[in-house]
């Protein structure tokens, strides 16, 4: 979860914007818990517009208007049918909390291709997958790829994710960089981020040029 400081409000045309104190990790079509500004702002909205000038309104075409003389970097633009307020400075908090879907439990399990034995190996599994899905997100978000968190981008990404997520459930009962074991012959080294998961992701380099 990532909470953001409001500095100004202000809604134009049925649409809500809010500048933030500092940079926020949003895109377009997140999902955004807006508290502590007041009743016209407060709620729950999708992200329709990261727009970095002053937003002046709606053309006939329903097209958003800016003035780029004014620049307001950090702002969030959501549709919110009310008065049109003035902007002024204000306080509040913006909240996201996202939550990818890439690969579900039942795919973890068919890639470890085994038969879960208890309760805690189903928990397991779904940790090793909530975190394999987060991570995946977020590591591929840094390099700078813009994606859905619900569908998963590509084949290659979510066989990135299926590996990671295993490497995770793998790494049970371990500690520091080895895996949990009885053999005689010494421990592998866990390595949950080799080459090939990178390279499915696509991470570790730029998204584009």
Do not use: H
Request: aromatic share 10%; charged share 15%.
């Amino acid at each position: 979860m990532a909470a953001y400081t409001v500095t100004n409000k202000y809604l134009v045309d049925d649409y809500a914007v809010l500048q933030l104190l500092t940079p926020a990790e949003l895109e377009v079509g997140a999902s955004i818990t807006v508290t502590g500004v007041d009743a016209t702002f407060n709620g729950t909205y999708t992200v329709y517009a990261l727009p970095q000038a002053l937003f002046i309104g709606v053309d006939d075409e329903g097209d958003l208007l800016y003035n780029e003389a004014v620049r307001l970097p950090n702002q969030v633009l959501y549709a919110k049918t009310a008065d049109n307020v003035e902007r002024v400075a204000s306080t509040g908090t913006v909240t996201y909390t996202p939550t990818c879907t890439w690969v579900s439990e039942a795919e973890v399990t068919a890639y470890l291709n085994i038969t879960v034995a208890s309760a805690n190996d189903t928990v397991l599994i779904g940790q090793a997958r909530a975190a394999a899905n987060q991570f995946c997100w977020r590591r591929r978000m840094e390099a700078g790829y813009v994606d859905s968190l619900t569908t998963v981008p590509s084949a290659d990404v979510k066989l990135g994710v299926l590996a990671y997520a295993a490497a995770c459930y793998r790494a049970r009962g371990s500690s520091g960089d080895t895996y949990a074991t009885f053999d005689g012959m010494g421990t592998p080294a866990v390595v949950a981020m080799p080459a090939i998961v990178k390279q499915l992701l696509g991470i570790d380099r730029p998204a584009v040029a």
